[in-house]
């Protein structure tokens, strides 16, 4: 049997009809970067999250950078983010010439916590916190972090909070939906997020006016009016043809969010009958609403021949992420070592992620339990 770690092509073939008479609909309009399509999909997003603002952009990673910048991060300053996570989140805060100060994660939920950050800061001389200026919380795998005492410890310090919610539309945090929470909220349309383009694509979400101007000329090269540039922005839009694609398939992000919660809840009915929670823990459900753009399990032992076993019995599954960001090579003019944050080490070393896209079948998912049992029978 193969089950792939995600079948994109599965869930195109229950929507082709829409999509191409959408993207039909574009090319005959030859109207390609922002626009109607990119307002329309804007005025859907700040709905879904319920925020007042959305900004389309060009990517998940530009929508950090973008919003980092709205933020005023700049030469010198500090932000704290997690060490694990994906690249974009600490690469973007060095892009800028700050400096990404990290934090280590929550072991249960592979998030950045208040007790971590609360710590990262208590290492800082009085120099470097003087030049901390905001907090970068990944909400990793569709969970959100526990963002209440994060927002305390950020209100304390004058800081900024911007969610790195690239994996987590529509993943809820007491009530609250992913990018509302924050000054700003960062999303992926990477095909392999939940609500995927059909290329690269991400947006920005505010509840702040001023941000929101601040946004959208930043995304055209600072330029207000046109031509008279006021900061030093970039291009940062959004194609239309994306706007369109996602547009369509956010009516069924509901839909197929319910279809992984599912699948997350057959594969612990499913671990759990298997007996072998010596050698796996399944991921910990803190915060409701999980989204589960990925279900993570810890690995006890031996979690690369697991993979490889996996893999030659036709099962994909993949590491997020094999190295953390502090022990990153390009990141070594930081001067983390090993040891610095050992939940996020650990993490690293142990976690798998299986596949949970939301067309899988229980009998692949029978497959995937037994194949795993059998590895540590
Ligand atoms: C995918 C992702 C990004 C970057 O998004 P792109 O659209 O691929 O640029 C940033 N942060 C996290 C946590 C992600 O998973």
Request: proline fraction near 4%; glycine fraction near 6%.
């Amino acid at each position: 049997m193969k089950v792939p770690l995600l079948d994109l092509k599965a869930q195109y073939a229950a929507i082709r009809e829409e999509i191409l008479r959408v993207t039909e609909e574009v090319y005959e309009s030859q109207y390609f970067i922002l626009g109607p399509r990119v307002e329309a999909l804007e005025k859907q997003i700040a709905d879904y999250t319920k925020t007042t603002h959305a900004v389309g952009i060009s990517s998940g990673t530009d929508a950090l950078l973008v919003s980092l910048m709205a933020a005023g991060i700049g030469a010198e300053d500090r932000v704290i983010t997690s060490s694990y996570s994906f690249f974009a989140t600490a690469g973007c805060i060095a892009r800028l010439g700050a400096y990404p100060v990290f934090a280590d994660i929550d072991p249960d939920t592979y998030n950045i916590s208040a007790d971590c950050i609360e710590a990262t800061i208590d290492s800082m001389t009085p120099m470097q916190l003087q030049k901390l200026k905001a907090i970068v919380p990944v909400h990793l795998f569709g969970q959100c972090a526990d963002m209440d005492p994060i927002l305390e410890i950020a209100r304390r310090y004058g800081l900024a909070v911007v969610e790195d919610a690239a994996q987590a539309i529509g993943a809820e945090y007491r009530g609250l939906r992913a990018g509302s929470i924050g000054q700003m909220g960062c999303f992926s349309f990477f095909p392999s997020k939940n609500l995927g383009a059909f290329g690269d694509g991400g947006m920005v979400t505010t509840n702040s006016d001023p941000l929101y101007e601040e946004l959208r000329i930043l995304r055209s090269h600072g330029a207000a009016p046109k031509y008279h540039h006021r900061r030093i922005g970039g291009n940062f839009r959004l194609d239309a043809l994306q706007a369109a694609v996602v547009s369509i398939k956010l009516k069924y992000l509901d839909k197929w969010t319910e279809g992984r919660q599912k699948n997350a809840a057959t594969y612990r009915k499913m671990f759990e009958d298997a007996k072998i929670n010596n050698y796996i823990t399944l991921p910990v459900e803190k915060e409701q609403r999980h989204i589960y753009n990925q279900f993570v399990i810890s690995v006890a032992e031996r979690r690369d021949e697991l993979k490889a076993f996996l893999r030659d019995a036709g099962i994909g599954t993949e590491v997020y992420y094999p190295v953390p960001l502090h022990l990153q090579q390009c990141f070594s003019y930081l001067g983390y070592e090993k040891g610095d944050f050992p939940a996020a080490e650990h993490a690293a070393a142990h976690s798998l992620a299986l596949p949970i896209y939301p067309e899988l079948t229980r009998d692949q998912q029978q497959y995937v339990v037994s194949k795993i049992r059998q590895f540590y029978s």
